[in-house]
């Protein structure tokens, strides 16, 4: 197999280019000259940035085709096929040496120079042996965990391109290794590389996202905007969550999609590990800050849309009935106001729900499912084509996607943690589903004039009976 290299843009040349950019972002360059200098720096960086996300994009590639290509439950040989020959080779040289050595030392008296001399041959050539077995083992070891990390997802956009390249290329058999004869350990380049120094992979940190998105849900049920003390709690309370997690927990966060596509749309290779960090908690301060003040503002608009209904309603009620010639004796009291609600609830679930039932699930985004939001629903169709293509979209890994199964009259729901298969013709399953549908859209008090005019026409009347004496 052809060996090749790839070469990945370093960003050390450019090294006050990038500074520009960098200080262009945060809105610190001013006046002309730096004006110019973070222009040309911030086009450089873009560039730099584009030319590694390309390597990254290649390794993707380059090792979905290879997992592909594999047959199912195939076993990582611990000898790759084209070390082979050149393995026997030190084998065969090695036992001869080895043998060589052993017959000077019978020969030979304990205390001679010989004797010494052939047992530390001996000794040489078990170490080399035992080099060789241990980088073996450790390089299909390598090879498995790189493979799985492809397979899931679960390297962070935050990895540097040139560890993903070298990786993929490790485990693909594209990289020009041999054997040192003298110490039996791999090299894995002309610089005498070994398995002991390869680059490192970053990984996606769920627990802190997941901490993330749990500050930004109670932040937001609160209801309450963030003052200056608050804030500085939020700060410390994301400052102690990277803390945790560490630097890969800093890179997530900076650039994976856990919470916003994309991440936070920073380069990492432009920052040293103290000015990401600051970055990722002055951005994500901001963020929740952001998500304090739409909470704040639903539970104003929540507040007037009942305060409003309360008074709307009972003169839009009185007028639309009198129009319609019904009596309007009496005003409405709470168990018959909250029983008009009720049903006026399960007529517009209804609607939803024919929607929902004819194929076309939107109406369930944004609802609430096992206490998760839904980001994504679908029936499961014929072979699941549907369903698969929907958990593709949403980014699962191509083990979940291939591994799915279920009926095609089933139904797929992606949440924003997790997926889930329900049968929507079980009654229990079809009206928690509405009853989401509704809550998600109007809230738990959803109602409308025309429904509850609807009820009002369906009641019997009566007939006037004169008495006579």
């Known amino acids: 197999m052809a060996k090749q290299k790839t070469n990945i843009p370093s960003s050390a040349g450019d090294a006050n280019l990038i500074k520009g950019a960098?200080?262009?972002?945060q809105g610190y360059v001013g006046g002309s000259g730096g004006d110019f200098m973070a222009e040309y720096g911030m086009k450089r960086a873009q560039e730099i940035k584009a030319q590694r996300q390309a390597v990254s994009q290649a390794a993707d590639q380059r090792m979905s085709g290879f997992m592909e290509s594999m047959p199912a439950n195939v076993d990582i040989a611990k000898v790759p096929s084209f070390l082979q020959e050149e393995?026997?080779?030190?084998?065969?040289?090695?036992?001869?040496?080895?043998?060589?050595?052993?017959?000077?030392a019978a020969n030979a008296g304990p205390r001679s120079p010989q004797y010494a001399e052939a047992m530390q041959t001996m000794n040489r050539v078990q170490q080399v042996y035992q080099n060789m077995n241990n980088d073996l083992s450790k390089l299909q070891k390598t090879k498995l965990k790189t493979m799985e990390d492809f397979e899931?997802?679960?390297?962070?956009?935050?990895?540097?391109?040139?560890?993903?390249?070298?990786?993929?290329?490790?485990?693909?058999?594209?990289?020009?290794?041999?054997?040192?004869?003298?110490?039996?350990?791999?090299?894995?380049?002309?610089?005498?590389?070994?398995l002991d120094n390869i680059p490192k992979l970053n990984y996606k940190d769920h627990k802190t996202a997941g901490g993330i998105l749990e500050l930004s849900n109670t932040l937001y049920s609160q209801g309450r905007p963030l003052d200056e003390g608050r804030e500085q709690i939020v700060r410390m309370q994301l400052q102690n969550m990277l803390d945790q997690g560490g630097h890969d927990a800093v890179l997530s966060a900076a650039t994976d999609d856990h919470i916003l596509p994309g991440g936070l749309g920073v380069d990492p290779s432009q920052y040293t590990p103290a000015e990401l960090k600051k970055v990722v908690v002055d951005q994500y301060v901001g963020i929740?800050?952001?998500?304090?003040q739409n909470g704040y503002s639903a539970t104003l608009a929540e507040e007037n849309r009942k305060d409003a209904r309360t008074i709307e309603r009972s003169i839009d009620l009185a007028e639309k009935k009198q129009k319609a010639g019904l009596s309007t004796s009496g005003n409405l009291t709470d168990a018959e106001r909250?029983?008009?609600?009720?049903?006026?609830?399960?007529?517009?679930?209804?609607?939803?729900?024919?929607?929902?039932?004819?194929?076309?699930a939107s109406p369930l985004l944004g609802a609430q499912y096992a206490g998760q939001?839904?980001?994504?629903?679908?029936?499961?169709?014929?072979?699941?084509?549907?369903?698969?293509?929907?958990?593709?979209?949403?980014?699962?890994?191509?083990?979940?996607?291939?591994?799915?199964?279920?009926?095609?009259?089933?139904?797929?729901?992606?949440?924003?943690?997790?997926?889930?298969?329900?049968?929507?013709?079980?009654?229990?399953?079809?009206?928690?589903?509405?009853?989401?549908?509704?809550?998600?859209?109007?809230?738990?008090?959803?109602?409308?004039?025309?429904?509850?005019?609807e009820i009002e026409k369906a009641k019997p009347v009566l007939p006037v009976i004169n008495v006579t004496e």
């Open 87 to 104: 393995l026997n080779s030190v084998l065969i040289e090695s036992k001869e040496e080895y043998f060589r050595a052993a017959q000077i």
């Open 22 to 25: 960098k200080f262009a972002a």
């Open 288 to 292: 929740l800050k952001n998500q304090a």
């Open 152 to 194: 899931l997802g679960s390297i962070s956009n935050g990895t540097d391109p040139s560890a993903k390249d070298f990786l993929s290329r490790l485990t693909t058999d594209e990289l020009d290794i041999h054997i040192d004869p003298a110490t039996g350990r791999l090299n894995l380049d002309e610089n005498g590389m070994t």
């Open 338 to 360: 909250r029983a008009i609600d009720a049903a006026d609830r399960a007529s517009v679930s209804q609607g939803y729900m024919n929607t929902v039932m004819s194929g076309d």
């Open 373 to 453: 939001r839904i980001v994504g629903a679908s029936f499961v169709g014929a072979e699941s084509a549907d369903a698969k293509a929907a958990l593709e979209e949403a980014g699962f890994s191509g083990r979940d996607v291939r591994n799915f199964e279920a009926n095609p009259n089933e139904m797929l729901i992606i949440t924003d943690k997790d997926y889930y298969v329900v049968d929507p013709y079980n009654n229990a399953v079809n009206k928690n589903l509405s009853r989401a549908i509704v809550v998600s859209k109007f809230g738990n008090d959803a109602t409308t004039d025309q429904a509850i005019m």
